[in-house]
């Protein structure tokens, strides 16, 4: 009985595409406790630009539900670990987990000292 076995460096190219985090996501979820920070009746989102910046429009009730709008940047720390820094929230760092389509991501992290996981649907 003979078994064939291939090892090969070539699926590993070193080309990656562009980072999945890239683009303007609307937030559709929010977990507890997390959730009485953010106003549901309003569409908060988060663009991601190539070159580690971008802009986030928030609505919380710490600002009774008035859009609050701030650049900010991001970093992919590898592994799913991101670090994302926004005025209005600080610098968060936490995982993020994209859907096999990248259509999809939930952030887990603390907010305001608070834990709980943000999700985000690509726009």
Known sequence: MAFLVA??????????GPDPIIGTWVLVDVSAPLDSQFCSEEVSTMTFNSNNTGTATFYLTSSECNATTAPGTWANNGNSAYTITVPVLGSLQ??????SNNSRFAFTTAVFGLPGTLTFEKQ
């Not at 090892?7 to 990656?16: A, H, I, K, L, P």
């Open 94 to 99: 936490g995982t993020a987990n994209f859907t």
């Open 7 to 16: 090892c090969s460096n070539d699926d590993d190219n070193g080309e990656q």
